[in-house]
């Protein structure tokens, strides 16, 4: 290409003074210019990266960088970060995804409709529960979401509300599935941090319960409408497989944090949380946002959270009684599940499963309050900007939840103990974190017993040998830990006084690889004392004698 040609575009007085040195010199300025710009998208974009790392100390290295990369659209609101990343833009998206319409409204034949109309609620309860958690809870928090946090957080309503419209959609044509009985089930809840997982792992080891698994909550539905026993199996390895990728991206993202406070494993045991966020607001980037907003989302009750539930264990147990290695004795099992977010539901909770047994776990306040506050801002940090979360204004929210669930779970126990008033004994055992710590077996036994969880010689000791096991496992992992802890923090403040800082108990069998070091928090960390806790507190630590036990 001639200079001519080259220079055309700037105009006939441009280029015919230009000579072929001037063209060289040009093309230089042009390279250093075009350098520098480079350079600096580039050092802009590492000391973005760089400042986020300093103020968001608890997410990844990966998660600071897809923030910062998706900074600039976020702002511009290009894309995703353009429309609203809510329950209505879920339900959209969902129908959109599924081909399907029924959120369990639809038909007035529909049973969940019948229980709708009958219970007074509204129709588009489970909508009005999460636009009140979204919209109040970040009025209330000041919340303001990450990049990568909006698309987090859209993407997991996304999935709960495809999972509500396939879970209707089979269980309309696959009615035999609720002739399914649920007998007995244990749901073990207490506050955060007051021993539950270590209670209800230590349960779930006897032979005669069950439990479900990580894996099957992200997508317990089969996707073939095929019913025979191997399609049925081969569906349930294709979902297994599928959702694992997503589920390792997930952990990614979360980080090292999220699992010193409460292990997650693909293959693990997990909580009822999940499966009952079809319908509560209990998505996970939403809890944190739930706290705040207790005062608008927990007057308008539970819905037909329990139903759901109830329909989740069965479908379970459908698939679970089909296939390779099917269990064919499955059905007459105890299903052990747990929940810390229950307490508010318990008259729900026995609504829908009668013959269900409470094991209340009781732990100090003042030993469980700042960890509760530690776990709500480490959910809060998988979508939210850390600078935005004002922790004395989280401990305040988080103090104010725990005593109103405290408050509706007693209220419900009255009345449920008084409809059990013919029997020898309350469905609602209680459990003090001191007493499992102390004596973990004979608690569970007792529990077991009382349960009437179907034992014998044979199996009984097989359970106690895998208790003592477990038990064995964690005093070694706990050991681990704290000697990693001294290592860790060795050059760290270490002011925080021991009757308001604490540890978890909790992380016992969960935890494979990396060993991680012991999740600390203090009261004062999040605007609270132990004066003020303990005077928050007192009827209850004195009703169940938890100071100092």
Known sequence: MDLHEKYEWLGESFYEGITEAEDIFIRLIGKYVAIAYVTAIISGFVFRLLYRRSYSPGKTVLACFMDTLFEIPSLLKIGPWGKDNGIQRALETAMAETKLTDFGTDDDNNLLTVKLRNKAIDRTGFIQRYLKTRENGLILSGFQYSPLGYLICGNVLHQRMCARLRHIDYMKNHPEIKKIPIKN????????????????????LHPNVRMH???????????????????????????????????????????????????????????????????????????????????GVLPLGCGLAFDYYKEYLQMISWQQTRGAGADTDNNNKTWMLKCPFHLPYLKELFETFPDATVVWTHRDPVECIASACSLYETLAEMGIESWSIDKKALGKAVLQYTKRSLDMAESAIKEINSNYKNKKSSPVIHVRYADNIKDPKSVCASILNQAGVLDNGQASQKYNDKVEEYIVNSKSKRAKEKTLNKTTTSNKKSDVAANTS????????????????????????????????????????????????
């Open 502 to 549: 604490t540890e978890t108990n909790d992380n016992k069998s969960k935890s494979k690889g990396a060993m991680p070091v012991l999740h600390l928090y203090s009261l004062e960390e999040y605007g609270l004392s132990l004066e003020s806790v303990r005077e928050e507190f007192k009827s209850y630590t004195d009703k169940y004698n938890l100071v100092n036990n």
């Open 213 to 295: 698994y990580t894996w099957e909550q992200m997508s317990h539905v089969p996707t073939t409408s095929d019913e025979s026993a191997k399609a049925q199996d081969n569906n349930r390895k294709q979902r297994y497989n599928q959702n694992k990728t997503r589920f390792q991206l997930l952990m990614k993202f979360a980080g090292d944090n999220i699992q010193k406070i409460h292990r997650i494993g693909y293959d693990e045991p997990e909580e009822c949380t999940t499966p009952c966020a079809v319908e509560l607001p209990w998505a996970i980037p939403e809890l944190p946002l739930s706290v705040y907003a207790q005062e």
């Open 185 to 204: 089930p244990i749901f073990v809840i207490g506050f955060p941090r007051t021993g539950t997982t270590f209670l209800h792992e230590m349960l779930g």
